[in-house]
């Protein structure tokens, strides 16, 4: 009996049931506290279609959190990416705004991925020297658009990806591909291998810096997907500069924390989407509760840091920087 | 034969120390190459005094700030919430300060001191990575204060903007640095910071306590950003729900240019901060009178930024690149 229930604890079963107890536990508090503003069929529904599209980028961002890598032009990429999408889609409809954000995130990743490989720079420094590149050419693709509405997807007939159920089609597209990649495929045992020892890995013969690069170019093309449900979900994209692309860098990381955090149990890109789920019920609970807006960092910060200090601790003497 | 392969590893460890010296040089050349270009791009208009004068305002805040981050990433650490940090002190200092301005400055130090504790705790009692506390901690500190600022901004007494002169502020900051210097450079704190960066194992068995001086650490550069928001107020007179924002990325930017190695170690110089942030300030207030677009300031800053990090970084105390 004990072994059924020690083998059942560490299963991937376990880890789902707690995911949901989780979800169940923060609806139930926020329904009992606002019954008529929160937790209705259909808001779960749009709390559901708002969390799919940071979880598809927090999918990509496991592939590099996982091995201890980091990188801060995600929310560059998204603005560039969305941009070049919208430019592309004024000349060819869905197959522009789609190959747009697909071909753009993903080049970027490759563009990334080779630079972090050739100058043998810490991701964290290399990619906020690239945050500071893309956030200005995203300037200057907008500065393409001369539709009179730059940034904006004026055309109703491209708005397919801003509800269902096409932004489930994409986004379950993305989760299973996602989840193929991490269990199917060398690349997620070799990144797992990576994070966790990657002297080892080395010593084993994994072409390290090879899984590092598939990496960033993995995590770049799911961005782009999320570019395309952001730019769609939007209706359009503004430029930016000075670093404001960051704060769109932390949503999908949310989530790549709860996938970290689970991954013992086997269900990392499960834990992705319900934990991002999770955070979105969260935020529109506060706001059912008449909680002013600003509050919401506060919230997001304190929910990180519990996850992360209930799942994601390190070995006692164990070196952590 | 024994004798000659003797002499070529003498020869090799001299070829290595010279090396290690020009690269220890670097970020000061690059420094000045930055003035040198960006003077004659500018016709000289950088180096008027007015325009050297306006660069300096912007730098005390990030050079104070920095040195208290200096010694995070000199143990290996990274912050990220220095900017919220600041922002929250900021508050703080604001509302102490129509009651007294020195214990105002206190309690923005107090208070700088608590979250930097904060951190630290969580880091090093939970055993997480710096990185991802400080991340949390960032969204935690930050909505705290855009919580606060809700209904508007908070001002400070109105006495404080009469500290706003050039002398007292590098004073101030002169100050902290002379303190920092001291510390780092004939204390046991300073080389415990570079023997724990170089190797907490080793550290440990050769008497170090990684534990208390990594908190330690946290809670000072806590502190030291807490008098950093009381300089940043004298400046600015109130603060709003953005104060301090996107100072974390500033600092880090700064600290790489000035040389600082990311996993901190023997190499981390204190000298980094100044050049650093030097370099910075430079090019922030440069690049607008090159390149009147804001995104084309960007590109520059970015592609320079990656240039020096490619030029000045030292592989060598970089054993795994993550």
Known sequence: MNETITKFKSSKYFGITVLVAMAVLFWGIFKILSPSNFGSSKLLRDYLQTSIQYAVGGCGFYFIVVMGLFDFSIGANIVLSSLVGVLLSRQFGYYGLILGCLVCGTMIGVFNGFLYSKLRIPSMIVTVGLMLILESVANYVVAFDKSGFPGKLTDAGILAFNHAPWNYVVAIIAFLLAAFFLRYTRIGTYCNAIGSNEYVAKNMGINVEKYKFIAFVLLHFFVGIMALLTVSYGRGMLAVTGMSSMDRNFKPLMGTFFGVAFKKYGCPITAIVVGEFIITLIFNGLVALNIPTTINDFVTGAVLLIIVTLTNRGRVGSVVK | ?322
Request: with cysteine; aromatic share 10%.
């Open chain 2, 1 to 322: 034969m024994q004798a000659t392969s003797e002499m070529s590893e003498d020869a090799l460890q001299d070829r290595q120390r010279v090396l290690n010296k020009l690269r220890a040089l670097m970020p000061f050349f690059g420094f000045i190459a930055l003035v040198v270009v960006f003077s004659i791009l500018t016709g000289g208009k950088i180096i008027r005094f007015r325009n050297l004068k306006l660069m300096l305002s912007q730098v005390y805040v990030l050079m104070i700030a920095s040195t208290g981050v200096f010694m995070i990433m000199t143990v290996g650490g990274l912050d990220f919430s220095q900017g919220s940090i600041l922002g929250l002190a900021s508050i703080v200092f604001c509302w102490v300060s129509k009651y007294n301005i020195v214990l105002g400055i206190l309690a923005a130090i107090v208070a700088g001191a608590a979250m930097g504790a904060f951190n630290g705790l969580f880091h090093v009692r939970f055993k997480i990575a710096s990185f991802i506390v400080t991340i949390c901690t960032m969204y935690l500190f930050r909505g705290l204060c855009k919580y606060v600022t809700t209904n508007g901004p908070v001002p400070a007494s109105l006495n404080v903007l009469a500290l706003n002169q050039t002398w007292f502020k590098v004073l101030m900051t002169a100050i902290v640095l002379v303190i920092g210097y001291i510390v780092i450079h004939f204390t046991r704190v300073g080389y415990d910071l570079k023997a724990i960066g170089a190797g907490e194992t080793a550290a440990r068995f050769s008497g170090s306590r990684p534990n208390l001086v990594k908190f330690l650490v946290f809670t000072v550069s806590g502190a030291i950003t807490g008098f950093a928001s009381f300089i940043n107020v004298i400046k600015v007179g109130s603060i709003t729900g953005t104060a301090g924002s996107m100072l974390e990325t500033q600092i880090l930017i700064a600290l790489v240019l000035g040389g600082m190695p990311i996993s901190g170690g023997s190499k981390a110089r204190f000298s980094n901060i100044i050049i650093g942030t030097l370099t910075y300030s430079v090019l922030e207030k440069s690049l607008p009178m090159i390149f009147p677009v804001a995104a084309t300031q960007q590109l520059v800053k970015g592609i320079i930024f990656l240039i020096v990090v490619a030029l000045t970084i030292d592989h060598e105390a970089l054993k795994v690149i993550k």
